[in-house]
């Protein structure tokens, strides 16, 4: 410590935590994990000192021990080195607990010595995985958790978040005026989905409801796509009456803002993160959340976020109708989000499993 011009004793600098992250684009986040990366990143620098390291894809990184001489890159920064960070945040390529993710976890944490915890979005664990565990696993559903717990490893839930700031509900007078700017008779009742125009998607259960008098169901695409899968799936989507933008709109806010309910068709495991992060988006939006029963949204987050399970398209499609007259159940949950599904939250959240959130 040193000593304050008040004559107090100054407290020292907080040892800071590392986050390395692997192979994260430079541009155009769409996929789920890459977005939980860059955000997370982002709320940690506002609630401890942060070191970022990232190493971007290329072909560079596609032999495993380039991979490790990155590890070896963020542990020997000259910042790592003066500022020893008191906890590492590991987030591999792949984003999957792999044998060579475990033992660059494993590298890490003995070149930093310090604990370090590994983040995947994808279930299953391969047989190394109590021989080479990292000091805590940051899994996605609850059943990943079980798993690993059963085999003795730590495990612990983490979720996608939202920017609460610019994820809001309208204001008076706004969801009109969105509804104008994209000529939306205010008479629709707009149901929204934003996502890859893939079948894993399953976005062919919205077409249903596009048929129906005074819905008008709105879907926004990425601009990845898989041919001819992809426009075959526009085409179909289309001569229903489901209406497509295409590509990435900074202000994707206003979408969700001119919505009268939010609807995640998907129920393949492949088809988006665990916890989705349009499914959060919406919460945060105020809009109310019509889901078929996928990964984390059938546990324990779905409960916290408050959406509405169904079991099937045809239940979907009637529970949206449902909303659409005005008949929702009577324990229907509701309210705002979460403040823990914040990114501020998620990050909170992180420190605390880490065991790092007070030093």
Known sequence: MTQAASGRLAAAPEAPVLALIEELPAERLEEGSDVWAHHVASALRGETPLIEHINRPGPQLLAPAARFRG???????????RRRPRAALYIPAGRMVTTWALLRARYLRSLLRAPVAMAAFHEGLPRTARQWAPDVLLLTT?????EARQVGLRAELIWTGADTRRFRPPIS???????????????????????????????????????????????LASHFRREPESSELSRALEATGVRLLFGHRP????????????????????????????VVEARASGLPVVTRRFRALGERVGRELGVDLVDSDDELRRFVLALKEGQTRPERPGGPLPAAYSWQGVARRLLEVMDVSKN
């Open 71 to 81: 590890v070896r890159m963020a542990a020997r920064r000259a910042e790592v080195k």
């Open 142 to 146: 609850e059943s990943a958790c079980q």
């Open 173 to 219: 007078g706004e969801k009109a005026e969105l509804r104008r700017s994209l000529a939306i008779g205010q008479d629709q009742f707009v149901v929204f989905h934003v996502g890859h125009l893939f079948e894993n998607r399953n976005l062919r259960a919205l077409a249903p409801l596009a048929l129906v008098p005074g819905v008008t169901v709105l879907v």
């Open 251 to 278: 202000n994707v806010e206003q979408l969700y803002r001119l919505a009268d309910c939010y609807v995640f068709p998907t129920v393949q495991h492949d088809g988006a993160v665990a916890t989705p992060l349009s």
